[in-house]
Nanobody, 127 residues
Framework: QVHLVESGGGSVQAGGSLRLSCTASHGGRDITYCMAWFRQAPGKGREGVASIDDHPSQKLADSVQDRFTISKDNAKNTLYLQMTSLKPEDTGVYYC????????????????????WGQGTQVTVSS
């Protein structure tokens, strides 16, 4: 059983920054090769925010380009999301996901590609 634990969420004003972390209970290529962050706003579905593989190759949603940075440290089994210039529309529960297979570009931000999920951490951005 793989456990993912997120941390770093909180409340900030628009324009502020937060750094999220996600640590997996154990590593291995099938778990940490392709990892991602998703978010879910109230009343909306879960959407992909950013993903990263071991090359490292990254994919970010258009809405967070130039504001968010994804990175990971396989030695620590930890995934990060640095969020800057936060906007109220970034508000939601942020989830870490792992085990995204080969991380193909066309599916690496799709919920169904990831078998392992964290419990989520709340991010609230006020205007």
């Amino acid at each position: 059983q793989v456990h993912l634990v997120e941390s770093g969420g909180g409340s900030v004003q628009a324009g502020g920054s937060l750094r999220l972390s996600c640590t997996a209970s154990h590593g291995g290529r099938d778990i940490t090769y392709c990892m991602a962050w998703f978010r879910q706003a109230p009343g909306k579905g879960r959407e992909g925010v950013a993903s990263i593989d071991d090359h490292p190759s990254q994919k970010l949603a258009d809405s967070v380009q130039d504001r968010f940075t994804i990175s990971k440290d396989n030695a620590k089994n930890t995934l990060y999301l640095q969020m800057t210039s936060l906007k109220p529309e970034d508000t939601g529960v942020y989830y870490c996901a792992a085990g995204g297979g080969d991380c193909y570009s066309w599916n690496r931000l799709k919920v169904e590609e990831y078998p392992y999920w964290g419990q989520g951490t709340q991010v609230t951005v006020s205007s």
